[in-house]
């Protein structure tokens, strides 16, 4: 028998050699292909998007038709999906007023494009560049538009580490407060508000507190302007609004507040007698300030008993007392009583012959422990008044019904 030759033994390796060539060829020819598809889209990133967003002779539908085939192109590429993104959102040719609905549309498809290849803080930071957009484009449609995105902003900021959290909450809070005050929504501006400032809650660096000392000052002031607003001490659980007392220029604001939750009008009267110029200085208005601290101050009379008079749902408070508690002339009381009562903050009945007034609050000056209870009782009465009306209805259904079986 004869022993096989060498080239014959040499012949699958000759072969493999030759497979691997070619899937070098291959492997060339595809990032070539790339290349020139990578120059394209570049090159379409570069020439097409502003054209396309200025042009108004092309309908918004095209247009957006041409971003979703310029955003398959990107899919591979984060980017230029993220070149694409930045040349929606900040070009330096096109205004943002141009267009904003058709590019927060275009925004919208390229986040849900990319949002699952998108890391944590990618997401969460793309979504508050999307909210910022709107916030800048100055239209109320676009601030519109993207109330909806809020809470999905919100969740995908909650989800960062609480150290990469903290400024992007500060910086979503602060967006969400514009774009309410863009709807004219001033409850929901004011939890924003809120919002951000709680994130100073703790805060051990004074510069930093010090920095939003003018938000914490404005919020305060806007409170303290509304004529239907009584209880402010949420914002004095505040770090960021305690610290105005350390700022020379607000320090007077603060005990203001401080009076507005717990204080006499008597006690406003020596305050103003001490700091005359301390509304001026703060810009707020004299005579509303005034109303609102007599007003609290009959809250105060409404909300516990005076002098003798026993703890009730309405607490009777004979005029001179009032007049005595309110700085004012007997004769007075009633129009600062029927103030009271069109500003909502009580219910009252007057008795002229008697010269007293049943007062029962409708505000708190402090929504404490005790107003938590006093909620909770009214809610359970009402639970009981449903549950005993469901009854009523049932025993009459089942009335009629046997009623009806028996006329049968």
């Given at each position: 028998?004869t ?14 050699k ?10 060339a ?5 790339k290349?020139v ?28 038709g ?29 205004p ?9 549309r ?6 849900n ?18 909210i ?26 909650a ?48 510069g ?7 938000q914490a ?7 303290l ?16 609004v305690?610290?105005l007392?350390s700022?020379?220029?607000s ?5 203001l ?8 009008y008597?006690q ?7 700091n005359?110029?301390?509304?001026t ?42 007049a ?10 009633e129009?600062?009583v029927?103030?009271?009562v069109e500003?909502?903050a ?7 012959l ?10 708190s ?17 009402w ?5 005993g ?17 028996a006329?049968?």
């Amino acid at each position: 028998m004869t022993t096989p030759t060498a080239p014959a033994q040499q012949q699958p390796a000759a072969t493999g050699k030759k497979v691997t060539e070619a899937e070098k060829r291959r492997t060339a020819e595809l990032e070539r292909r790339k290349s020139v598809v990578k120059s394209a889209v570049d090159k379409l990133l570069e020439n097409a998007v502003e054209p396309l967003l200025t042009n108004a002779a092309v309908p918004d539908r095209e247009v957006e038709g041409c971003f979703l085939l310029l955003q398959h192109l990107c899919a591979k590429s984060a980017p230029a999906c993220a070149s694409l993104f930045d040349k929606v959102v900040g070009s330096k040719v096109v205004p943002l007023t141009v267009k904003p609905m058709l590019r927060l549309r275009i925004l919208g498809n390229l986040y849900n494009g990319m949002c699952a290849a998108l890391t944590a803080e990618l997401r969460a930071a793309t979504l508050l560049r999307v909210i910022e957009f709107a916030t800048t484009a100055d239209c109320c449609d676009a601030a519109n538009a993207v109330c909806g995105q809020l809470p999905t902003a919100e969740r995908a900021v909650a989800a960062l580490p609480a150290e990469a959290a903290v400024e992007k909450r500060r910086k979503l809070y602060s967006l969400e407060a514009s774009i309410w005050e863009k709807l004219g929504n001033k409850a929901e501006q004011y939890e924003a508000q809120v919002q951000y400032l709680r994130t100073f809650q703790g805060e051990q660096n004074k510069g930093k507190l010090d920095a939003v000392a003018t938000q914490a000052s404005a919020l305060l002031k806007s409170r303290l302007s509304d004529v239907l607003v009584f209880a402010v001490d949420e914002l004095l659980e505040l770090d960021a609004v305690r610290n105005l007392k350390s700022v020379a220029a607000s320090a007077k604001l603060l005990e203001l507040a401080e009076l507005l939750v717990s204080g006499t009008y008597a006690q406003f009267a020596d305050f103003m007698k001490a700091n005359p110029t301390a509304l001026t200085d703060n810009v707020l208005n004299a005579d509303d300030i005034t109303k609102k601290m007599r007003i609290a101050t009959l809250i105060a009379l409404a909300s516990a008993p005076v002098a003798a008079h026993a703890a009730s749902a309405n607490v009777d408070v004979p005029y001179g007392v009032i007049a005595k508690e309110l700085l004012v002339e007997e004769g007075e009381v009633e129009t600062w009583v029927i103030s009271s009562v069109e500003a909502k903050a009580i219910a009252a009945k007057m008795n002229q012959l008697t010269r007293t007034a049943a007062l029962r609050p409708l505000v708190s000056r402090r929504f404490a422990t005790e107003d938590w209870s006093s909620m909770l009782q009214q809610l359970q009465a009402w639970r009981g008044s449903v549950a005993g009306l469901m009854q009523v209805t049932h025993a009459a259904k089942d009335h009629v019904q046997r009623a009806a079986g028996a006329a049968v």
